[in-house]
Nanobody, 118 residues
Framework: QVQLVESGGGLVQPGGSLRLSCAAS?????????MGWYRQAPGKERELVAV???????NYGDSVKGRFTISRDNTKNTVYLQMNSLNPEDTAVYYC???????????WGQGTQVTVSS
């Protein structure tokens, strides 16, 4: 299994910034081949925010391109999400996701709330 622990969420004013972190641990973290972030707003489906793909490149959801940046520290098994120019539409629970070559293949963190409001 892979355990994913998110941190860094909170309340921020429009135009502000936040940085999320997701630390991975567990018996099969060596088989992680993709890792990143999704989010789910009330009444909406979960959507892609930013991920490192199997090939190592970064993919972003259309609504966050140019504002959010995903990065990673492989020595710490951690990915980060730097979120700038936040607006109220970014309000959601942000989930860390990892995909592994070994069962159960898909892993989710518990989520961290991001609220953008004045």
């Amino acid at each position: 299994q892979v355990q994913l622990v998110e941190s860094g969420g909170g309340l921020v004013q429009p135009g502000g910034s936040l940085r999320l972190s997701c630390a991975a641990s567990g018996r099969i973290i060596f088989s992680i081949n993709a890792m990143g972030w999704y989010r789910q707003a009330p009444g909406k489906e979960r959507e892609l925010v930013a991920v490192f793909t199997v090939g190592g490149s970064a993919n972003y959801g259309d609504s966050v391109k140019g504002r959010f940046t995903i990065s990673r520290d492989n020595t710490k098994n951690t990915v980060y999400l730097q979120m700038n120019s936040l607006n109220p539409e970014d309000t959601a629970v942000y989930y860390c996701n990892a995909r592994t070559a070994q069962y159960p293949f898909v892993h989710w963190g518990q989520g961290t709330q991001v609220t953008v409001s004045s």
